[in-house]
Antibody, heavy 119, light 108 residues
Framework: QITLKESGPTLVRPTQTLTLTCTFS??????????VGWIRQPPEKALEWLAL???????RYSPSLKRRLTITKDTSKNQVVLTMTNMDTVDTGTYYC???????????WGRGTPVTVSS | EIVLTQSPDTLSLSPGERATLSCRAS???????LAWYQQNPGQAPRLLMY???TRATGIPDRFSGSGSGTDFTLTISRLEPEDFAVYLC?????????FGRGTRLEIK
């Protein structure tokens, strides 16, 4: 059974750095074609893709957020970590990680983790 | 980036009825690289369709997708109680991938 679970702080202060962890099971990030991505959903707004880590260690970022994002993996822990610098109130929302197996749609998602940016 | 506009915002129907949901792109979606997701409140999105018309694993055949270019449709032939949710479209033909804001399907 494939599962993904997001974890991280629920509250961050403006200008702080957010670190979120996606812990997955039931698949290997070394399998050709597999990727783990991060997507967020601000309240009452559309989903927004943030970053994707591929099986071959390639990384892709949303052009609008690229300068603030870093995506890494910890193979031994089956985790993908996303850091986002200089957080702002507009970054408030639910953050999801999801599995990609082919192309750029997401087959399975975690349940999401809420993040509020407030002073 | 490609903007996806979904309509209607809310669709009120009864179980057993047919639902037709629209997703319109601001530019042509390459190779019909369009996916549909279902999302229930407080839950993660669930992949329904990819490639505009291919059902994901385990998705019942009452769900169908169609369209190309800039106009795509998700059809649910006979609504079941569990189908009342929010439906999202996503294009993955151009970078960055983008999502629509969703159509809420509610019980009439």
């Amino acid at each position: 059974q494939i599962t993904l679970k997001e974890s991280g702080p629920t509250l961050v202060r403006p200008t702080q750095t957010l670190t979120l962890t996606c812990t997955f099971s039931g698949f290997s990030l070394s399998t050709r074609g597999v990727g783990v991505g991060w997507i967020r959903q601000p309240p009452e707004k559309a989903l927004e893709w943030l970053a994707l880590f591929f099986w071959d260690d390639e990384k892709r970022y949303s052009p609008s957020l690229k300068r603030r994002l870093t995506i890494t993996k910890d193979t031994s822990k089956n985790q993908v970590v996303l850091t986002m610098t200089n957080m702002d109130t507009v970054d408030t929302g639910t953050y999801y990680c999801a599995q990609r197996t082919a192309d750029w749609y997401f087959v399975l998602w975690g349940r999401g983790t809420p993040v509020t940016v407030s002073s | 980036e490609i903007v996806l506009t979904q309509s209607p915002d809310t669709l009120s129907l009864s179980p057993g009825e047919r639902a037709t949901l629209s997703c319109r792109a601001s530019q042509s979606v390459t190779s019909s690289y369009l996916a549909w997701y279902q999302q229930n409140p407080g839950q993660a999105p669930r992949l329904l369709m990819y490639g505009a018309s291919t059902r994901a694993t385990g998705i019942p055949d009452r769900f169908s997708g169609s369209g190309s270019g800039t106009d795509f449709t998700l059809t649910i032939s006979r609504l079941e109680p569990e189908d009342f949710a929010v439906y999202l479209c996503q294009q993955y033909g151009s970078s960055p991938i983008t999502f629509g804001r969703g159509t809420r399907l509610e019980i009439k």
